[in-house]
């Protein structure tokens, strides 16, 4: 049925292979990003996507990318297509689909929060979101360092300690009598 699909869609909008998953009904597809929108319109006005599921991004720092990936749904079919995404890490802009999918402002809200990627047009998008009072950078780019951030912003408590989390592990599954 995805195969099917995929078929014929491939050609029309240059898709990448299609990488199916172990779970039936789920495979995603790399695109590029000038036919996002009309792979997304297609996939839901004729394929029966009607849902977007998540919209979420992978920062892979080493090749100066994001990864967008948009998880949609067709109820009918049972089926689950991941339509994946590469954006210029530098420059971080998607393109808005709340006007495909109302839900999608607040993964793009979340996105722009978390990653840095800014979604031009989105509603609300600009507006603090989760991290009310937040000023250093993204805190979900892999360049935020979340150990300095906390040694800068909390204070060491006293009596708390420290374990390496492989010796604890040992201790609590191996313990010596």
Same mark, same amino acid.
């Given at each position: 049925? @995805?195969?099917?699909?995929? %078929? +014929?869609?491939? %050609?029309?909008?240059?898709?990448?292979?299609?990488?199916?998953?172990?779970?039936?009904?789920?495979?995603?597809? &790399?695109?590029?990003?000038?036919?996002?929108?009309?792979?997304?319109?297609?996939?839901?006005?004729?394929?029966?996507?009607?849902?977007?599921?998540? $919209?979420?991004? #992978?920062?892979?720092?080493?090749?100066?990318?994001?990864?967008?990936?948009?998880?949609? =749904? =067709?109820?009918?079919? =049972?089926? %689950?297509?991941?339509? +994946?995404?590469?954006?210029?890490? =530098?420059?971080?802009?998607?393109?808005?689909?709340? %006007?495909?999918?109302?839900?999608?402002?607040?993964?793009?809200?979340?996105?722009?929060?978390?990653?840095?990627?800014?979604?031009?047009?989105?509603?609300? #998008?600009?507006?603090?979101?989760?991290?009310?009072?937040?000023?250093? @950078?993204?805190?979900?780019? +892999?360049?935020? &360092?979340?150990?300095?951030?906390?040694?800068?912003?909390?204070?060491?408590?006293?009596?708390?300690?420290?374990?390496?989390?492989?010796?604890? @592990?040992?201790?609590? $599954?191996?313990?010596?009598?």
């Amino acid at each position: 049925m @995805m195969q099917a699909i995929y %078929d +014929r869609l491939k %050609d029309r909008f240059q898709l990448g292979a299609l990488d199916v998953r172990s779970r039936k009904g789920l495979a995603f597809v &790399d695109l590029r990003r000038e036919f996002l929108r009309p792979v997304l319109t297609e996939l839901r006005d004729v394929e029966g996507f009607t849902h977007l599921i998540l $919209l979420t991004a #992978v920062d892979w720092i080493e090749d100066e990318r994001f990864q967008l990936t948009y998880l949609l =749904n =067709n109820r009918q079919k =049972n089926l %689950d297509l991941g339509l +994946r995404l590469r954006l210029d890490r =530098n420059l971080a802009i998607g393109e808005t689909i709340h %006007d495909l999918w109302p839900t999608a402002a607040t993964y793009q809200r979340e996105l722009r929060e978390m990653f840095g990627i800014a979604f031009p047009g989105s509603p609300r #998008v600009d507006e603090e979101f989760i991290l009310e009072g937040w000023t250093d @950078m993204p805190p979900y780019r +892999r360049d935020f &360092d979340t150990l300095a951030y906390s040694q800068q912003t909390h204070a060491d408590r006293e009596g708390r300690e420290t374990s390496d989390p492989r010796e604890f @592990m040992k201790q609590i $599954l191996y313990p010596k009598d």
